[in-house]
C-alpha cells in the first residue's frame, strides 16, 4: 500500500502583506502531477490546510478544486483532519456526505477511536484540541498540559486498537525535540506544547502536521511532512516537499519527496550599494527576499529603490545597527583605552568606516577644549 503524507497547506497565508494564493495554486498543480505519478492508494492530509479560521473566498476556492481533483477525478482516498489553524465547522461541513466517495474528513475528538479502514491498515485520527476541549470531552478536570491530554487520548485509542494490524496514527502536534519555525502557531499560550514521543509506541507510525521542517525530528517511526511552501524567512533553507510512506508485508519504508516552488524565500545579507548595483549572490530575483544591509543611512525609502529591482522585498533590516554583543561584556575593555580610541572605535561600529583624518583632527581638537574647560 502506498500512502502520500502532507500537511500544513496553509492557504490563504499572507506574509508581511503579500498573498501567497498565486504561489500556492502553483505548488498544489505540482501536488497533483506528482499524484499522477506516484498513483497512492490514500492521501493523508495532516491538518493546517486553511492558514485562518475565516479564509478568503480564493482559499475555498482552491481547497475544493484540489480535493474535486485528487478525489473525485482521479478516484484517490483522502484523510483530513483540522489542526490548529483551521475552523473545525467549516472544514467538518459535508464530511458525512463525502465519506461516499472515499474522503474522510476527521474534526471531532468523538471520532479518535473509530478507525479508517484500507485492508489490514487502520489509521486512527487524533485532530488538533485545546486543552479545554480535550477537559470537556472526557469530563476530567485534572487535565492542565498537552501531554496529560495526549496520554488521555491515547488511552482511550488504545482500546480499539486490532493489534493484528498495521495501525497507523494521524495527528496535529508538537512531538518534544521538534524544530520549530517563526511561522507555526503556538498550540497553548502560557503551556508547554510538546509531547513525549514515547507516547505513540502503540503505533507502527506516526504522521504528523504542525511542524514546518520535514526532518524536525529523528524517528525511526514518527514522521512531519513539513509545509508544501516556506511560510517564514526562518524556514528559507528548508527543503518542501510531501512524504511516500510504502507498506508491504507488515514492513514500513518511508522517504521525502521535494517539489519545487514557483518562488523561494531568501535571506541576503551585504551591502546596500552591492544590492542595487545587483552584486549580491541571489538565486532570483523574482524570489521573496529579505535583504539584510549595511551602510543605507544616508538613503531616502532604501525599500522602494530595491523593489524596482527586486519586486518581492518582503522585508528589509538595517544591519549597521543591529548589535549582538551586550555592553557589560565589552565594559571592562573599554575602561583601558584612551577617549580618542573609544571615539573612533563607536564610529567605525556605527559606520564600519574609519575616522578620516580630517575627522579624527576636529576629535582631538574638541577633546583638548574639554580637557582645558575651553568649551562651555
Not at 506574509?15 to 499522477?36: S, V
Not at 502503540?202 to 517511526?221: A, E, Y
Not at 545587483?278 to 551602510?295: G, R, S, V, W
Not at 527586486?310 to 543591529?322: E, K, M, R, S
Request: glycine content about 6%.
Amino acid at each position: 500500500m502506498k500512502v502520500i503524507h502532507t500537511a500544513d497547506w496553509h492557504l490563504g497565508k499572507i506574509l508581511n502583506g503579500k498573498t501567497l494564493l498565486d504561489d500556492q495554486i502553483y505548488i498544489l498543480k505540482c501536488f497533483i502531477e506528482e499524484m499522477k505519478n506516484e498513483q497512492p492508494d490514500v492521501i493523508v492530509v495532516a491538518g493546517d490546510l486553511y492558514d485562518t479560521s475565516y479564509p478568503s473566498k480564493g482559499a475555498i476556492q482552491l481547497l475544493e478544486s484540489t480535493i474535486n481533483t485528487l478525489n473525485l477525478e482521479m478516484g484517490i482516498p483522502l484523510i483530513m483532519i483540522s489542526g490548529n489553524h483551521d475552523s473545525k465547522e467549516r472544514l467538518n461541513y459535508g464530511s458525512k456526505w463525502f465519506e461516499k466517495s472515499g474522503m474522510h474528513i476527521r474534526t471531532k475528538l468523538v471520532d479518535i477511536d473509530k478507525p479508517i479502514s484500507f485492508g489490514e491498515i487502520d489509521f486512527y485520527t487524533l485532530p488538533f484540541a485545546t486543552i479545554n476541549e480535550m477537559q470537556h470531552f472526557f469530563d476530567d478536570d485534572s487535565l492542565e498540559t498537552h501531554q496529560q491530554c495526549i496520554n488521555k487520548a491515547l488511552s482511550h485509542i488504545s482500546k480499539a486498537i486490532d493489534k493484528d494490524k498495521v495501525n497507523v496514527l494521524v495527528g496535529h502536534l508538537t512531538v518534544q525535540g521538534g524544530l520549530r519555525s517563526d511561522s507555526e502557531r503556538a498550540l497553548t499560550i502560557g503551556t508547554v506544547e510538546s509531547v513525549e514521543a514515547s507516547s505513540f509506541q502503540q503505533f507502527d507510525r506516526v504522521m504528523l502536521g504542525h511542524l514546518h521542517h520535514p526532518f524536525s525530528i529523528d524517528s525511526d517511526f514518527i514522521n512531519y511532512s513539513g509545509s508544501l511552501l516556506q511560510y517564514s524567512f526562518s524556514e528559507s533553507n528548508q527543503p518542501k516537499g510531501y512524504r511516500i510512506m510504502e507498506i508491504k508485508d507488515n514492513k514500513i519504508k518511508d522517504k521525502f519527496i521535494p517539489i519545487q516552488p514557483l518562488r523561494q524565500l531568501e535571506v541576503i545579507e551585504g551591502d546596500y550599494e552591492e544590492a542595487i548595483q545587483e552584486k549580491l549572490d541571489i538565486k532570483n530575483k523574482e524570489n521573496y527576499l529579505h535583504f539584510k544591509l549595511k551602510h543605507m543611512s544616508h538613503v531616502s525609502d532604501p525599500m522602494v529603490h530595491l523593489k524596482q529591482i527586486y519586486p518581492n522585498t518582503l522585508a528589509l533590516t538595517n544591519q549597521t545597527f543591529d548589535f549582538n554583543t551586550p555592553i557589560h561584556r565589552s565594559n571592562y575593555e573599554i575602561q583601558k583605552l584612551d577617549d580618542e580610541t573609544i571615539i573612533k572605535n563607536f564610529y567605525q561600529s556605527i559606520t564600519d568606516e574609519s575616522l578620516t583624518s580630517t575627522q579624527s583632527q576636529k576629535v582631538d581638537r574638541v577633546l583638548n577644549d574639554l580637557l582645558e574647560g575651553g568649551m562651555q
